[in-house]
């Protein structure tokens, strides 16, 4: 899934992935954000798993879960220009191989392995790549490809 340019509201905002109330062993995998401040919520979940998905916005950036327990999150790269922030962070019971780049160096209740680099995202024709040597690449994180999303002709 591709997921751009859903304008914050306040209040509530909006979301790119929202698991919402009593969602249980859920699988958010292979996704793109771009251009929404906050790509995740999770409200009153527990345990959910997001996984190898590129989320990148040009403020400040958030991921949020309320009342929710045992969130697994690995292998994502949180990229903002703005601060990045993981509210409610002890939801977060299994986390490894994240890469968070904030290009205001303000990173907020990420998990103690969070690496903390720019993960130079290549992007062509939805491919969202990694150059070599970058931090995502070294980790073994993915490379997503939504080149297909959107609209089919017929």
């Known amino acids: 899934n591709l997921v751009r340019d859903i304008p914050d509201t306040g209040g509530y905002g909006s979301s790119s992935y929202y698991l919402d109330e009593l969602s249980e062993d859920c699988l ?3 996704n793109v954000s771009v251009g929404v401040a906050r790509p995740a919520h999770n409200h009153l979940t527990k345990p959910n798993t997001i996984r190898n998905n590129v989320f990148l916005h040009d403020g400040d950036m958030r991921i949020t879960n309320p009342r929710s327990q045992g969130l697994r999150f690995e292998k994502n790269v949180l990229v903002a220009k703005g601060k990045i922030s993981i509210a409610n962070p002890e939801a977060i019971a299994e986390s490894s191989a994240n890469v968070f780049w904030s290009g205001a160096r303000v990173v907020e209740g990420a998990p103690p392995e969070t690496l903390l ?34 609209r089919r002709k017929r």
């Open 117 to 150: 680099a720019d993960p130079r995202i290549e992007v062509q024709e939805g491919r969202y790549t990694f150059a070599p040597g970058s931090a995502a690449a070294r980790l073994g994180i993915a490379p997503v490809d939504v080149s297909a999303a959107g």
């Open 28 to 30: 958010v995998e292979g």
